[in-house]
Nanobody, 117 residues
Framework: QVQLVESGGGLVQPGGSLRLSCAAS????????VGWYRQAPGKQRELVAT???????TYADFVKGRFTISRDNAKNTMSLQMNSLKPEDTAMYYC???????????WGQGTQVTVSS
């Protein structure tokens, strides 16, 4: 059974930092491309950052320079370090693991991040 379990969300003041983690089980994690997405109330889910199985990263413009995605294949985990948080970063954050062939995509259940004073 494949599971992705996020942790690390919470309430933080503007300008603060949080580190999200996602633990994967049931997959050969190292061959998957991983990513973080978020969804705010009333909005569509949007991509935050991705990290390929080869180490290539992409970031949404709104997080460039503030967020860093990483992975530890030995521990089957991925992380999202979020710095200089803004109220508009408030959302449910989801981790994802995807492979191209055969096509597989898995999602975590989400962890809430709230940025508020």
């Amino acid at each position: 059974q494949v599971q992705l379990v996020e942790s690390g969300g919470g309430l933080v003041q503007p300008g603060g930092s949080l580190r999200l983690s996602c633990a994967a089980s049931g997959i050969n994690f190292s061959i998957y491309h991983v990513g973080w997405y978020r969804q705010a109330p009333g909005k569509q889910r949007e991509l935050v950052a991705t990290l390929s199985n080869g180490g290539d990263t992409t970031y949404a413009d709104f997080v460039k320079g503030r967020f860093t995605i990483s992975r530890d294949n030995a521990k089957n985990t991925m992380s999202l370090q979020m710095n200089s948080l803004k109220p508009e970063d408030t959302a449910m954050y989801y981790c994802s693991a995807k492979r191209s062939w055969p096509a597989r995509e898995y999602w975590g259940q989400g962890t809430q991040v709230t940025v508020s004073s």
